[in-house]
């Protein structure tokens, strides 16, 4: 094959160009992602052989290597894991931008990189620290039953392809190092940077070194292994210290903060299986960009990785959570496609879930600042498992916090203590979703409530309506929104009056649109009307959210409830039993439903007529 040079994607050019410029003060990590790739490269020859064992060629004694050459000024770093063929050094290392390296870009600016150098490793670029220190980076590769080829590039536009020597399967990445980066030749920082990253990583990394022997002159090769190998989540919690947990939580989580909480244990019995579990403070940069509802945990049997990708390792609301999971009750010789439908996982997913749930609501009872903290940031996802985990539900609701008319702004109470504190006789968990407090603090729906002393719930959080629905009832008590279906009406305080506004009722349920049904109600205090949606209807905000995103949305059919002892209602009543054609009746009976409209927390669907109709009532 004669040399062929090939142009990065744009995006690939721009990202270059912010990771050589950007991250100067934290150059270290390129060491740690190129030896992340090696082991990856490593673990997925070795799984495939498990059912191929052609593929291994005879090597499976893993190793990653690292020379310094002082002279050549050249930092090498091999492997003997899967390789790549041509076309997947073309697609990995240059012309195909990850799908996520243009959101990258994008958040990259704002997220101020130079701080966050974990960032790299997030979107699949890793590879590319290498031209922080690098201003020339030589691949050479070769795959099993594929020849050799050698990748070059100076990390400025492009790139070039040519043949390679290599007898053997693996990856040989030669660094040639800029003059400022010349520190990563020196042995000492080279074994300190990967005993601080890569210490726990399962395949041994091992530094090669020449030495001269004095007496005979002869140069002989030493190597010396650097990392203590030994698989984190199989040491004894008592022997592991919180950095150790902290650098393995980042290694695999890529986040830059430490973890809230740690969760490590050995499962016995009917399944035993060994996991590492870790609970993130913040969000991770990458759970920010992308939308990915699965879990991904990493699955080892017998300590050897299998897979980040299974999916039914623990529900998609739990994917917050990083970690590792080794059995040894699994079978090895087998597909992931096999592996993915044992019903051991179905077993090791309910008891990580138990597991996790039963940490957090430890963390909210004894370290509830921290838990606020874990609840601003994951709150939204965990709520998903309202709707889809049925057998743990109540567990999750136990877990949310929300505001309420109880509280000031901004202070939060759970269901728990909401139930402690409901008012004698009080069946129902009362709740309203609007979307902020201080929309719907003062609304009409909250009067009646307000004035008989009972506690709503606000939930402002815009997943509340679609989730908390589903919960139906906590501990034993029924959750009813406040805005919807029906409410216990003092019906004998009604009776009266109802007769007395039967016409204007029929009148008014005639002439508006998009209502269907009026009625009195004794739910209202200082407000003459309100829209009450169906029990499981959306609410009116999550509907104008919806269709702002351009989705459609059916139109809505909703009560009006009128305040009797409302002056303004009495008024239109009697205005229509004087005179039902007098326009001012149909001119005033359009402003009570506007009025509810708004309070509802919808759009009125013509404005300019409600102009019209208030200037015609402020001009009379
Ligand atoms: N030593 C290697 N052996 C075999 N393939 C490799 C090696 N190094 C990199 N690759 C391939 O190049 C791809 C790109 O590597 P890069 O480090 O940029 O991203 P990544 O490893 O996929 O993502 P991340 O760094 O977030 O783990 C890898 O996914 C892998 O397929």
């Known amino acids: 094959m004669a040399e062929e040079t090939m142009q990065f994607k744009t ?67 091999s492997d003997n894991g899967i390789g790549m ?35 790299i490793g997030q979107f699949g670029v890793g590879f590319y620290a290498s031209f922080m220190v690098a201003d020339d980076v ?18 400025t536009g492009s790139f070039t392809l040519s043949d390679a020597d290599k007898a053997d399967r693996g990856t040989e990445i030669t660094l040639h190092l800029k003059e400022d980066a010349a520190e990563y030749l020196n042995e000492w920082t080279i074994k300190s940077t990967v005993k601080k990253f890569s210490d726990f990583l399962e395949h041994p990394v091992v530094m090669c070194t ?99 990708e299974f ?16 059995s040894s009750d699994l079978p090895l010789n087998v597909s992931r496609e096999i592996l993915q439908e044992n019903p051991m996982l179905d077993k090791i997913r309910k008891n990580l879930t138990s597991r996790i749930l039963k940490t957090l609501a430890n963390m909210k009872k004894t370290d509830y600042e921290e838990f606020q903290i874990f609840h601003e940031n994951f709150s939204a996802i965990l709520k998903e498992g309202l709707q889809t985990d049925w057998e743990n539900k109540e567990k999750i609701a136990e877990l949310l916090l929300f505001e309420s008319t109880a509280k000031d702004a901004g202070e939060k109470t759970c269901f728990d203590d909401y139930v402690e504190r409901m008012a ?80 204007f009722i029929g009148f008014a349920k005639e002439l508006l649109d998009g209502v269907k049904e009026v009625k009195l109600t004794t739910r209202l205090k200082d407000s003459a009307a309100v829209l009450v949606g169906d029990e499981y209807s959306m609410s009116p905000h999550i509907e104008e959210m919806m269709r702002r995103m351009g989705q459609e949305v059916p139109p809505r059919e909703s009560v009006l409830e009128l305040n009797p002892e409302h002056a303004v209602v009495k008024k239109v009543q009697a205005l229509y039993d004087t005179d039902q054609k007098d326009p001012k009746v149909a001119t005033l009976t359009k402003l009570l439903h506007d009025q509810a409209v708004i309070a509802s927390g919808a759009k009125l669907t013509d404005p300019a007529g409600f102009a019209a109709r208030l200037n015609e009532v402020l001009a009379d």
């Open 11 to 77: 995006e690939l050019e721009q990202l270059l160009h912010l990771i050589t410029h950007s991250l100067y003060s934290h150059r270290e990590v390129f060491l740690r992602e190129l030896i992340s790739n090696a082991c990856d490269a490593i673990d997925k020859v070795r799984f495939e052989g498990l059912n191929n064992e052609e593929i291994l060629e005879g090597h499976s004694d893993w190793k990653i290597f690292i020379k310094a050459d002082e002279e050549a000024k050249t930092l090498t770093i």
């Open 85 to 119: 063929s041509r076309d997947q050094v073309i697609e990995n290392l240059g012309t195909i931008a990850h799908s996520g390296t243009k959101a990258f870009l994008a958040k990259a600016k704002e997220a101020d990189l130079a701080n966050n150098p974990e960032l």
């Open 138 to 155: 030589t691949v050479v590769t070769k795959a099993h039953g594929e020849d050799a080829v050698k990748w070059e590039s100076k990390g």
């Open 210 to 308: 020449t030495k001269k022997d004095e007496e005979t002159e002869v140069e002989e090769e030493i190597e010396e292994q650097i990392n203590t190998q030994k698989a984190i989540w199989l040491r004894p919690k008592s022997e592991i210290t919180d950095e150790e947990y902290g650098e393995f939580y980042k290694h695999i989580s890529h986040d830059t903060n430490s973890p809230a909480e740690t969760i490590h244990y050995n499962a016995e019995g009917a399944i035993e299986f060994k996991a590492l579990l870790f609970i993130p403070e913040h969000k991770p940069f990458d759970m920010m960009m992308n939308n990915d509802p699965k879990a991904h945990l990493n699955l080892y049997v017998q300590r050897v990785f299998i897979s980040n």
């Open 311 to 326: 999916d039914n390792l623990l529900p998609g609301y739990l994917r917050f959570v990083k970690g590792v999971v080794d």
């Open 424 to 503: 004698e006789g009080q069946e129902e968990i009362l709740y309203l979703a609007g979307e902020n407090r201080a929309s719907i603090e003062n609304s009409p729906y909250l009067e009646k409530f307000k004035a008989d002393g009972k506690e709503v719930l606000l939930m402002i959080d815009p997943i509340d309506d679609f989730v908390i629905p589903q919960l139906f009832e906590f501990k034993g008590k029924k959750l009813k929104a406040v805005n919807k279906g029906d409410i216990e009406e003092d019906k004998e305080k009604l009776k009266e009056e109802e007769k007395q506004f039967e016409g």
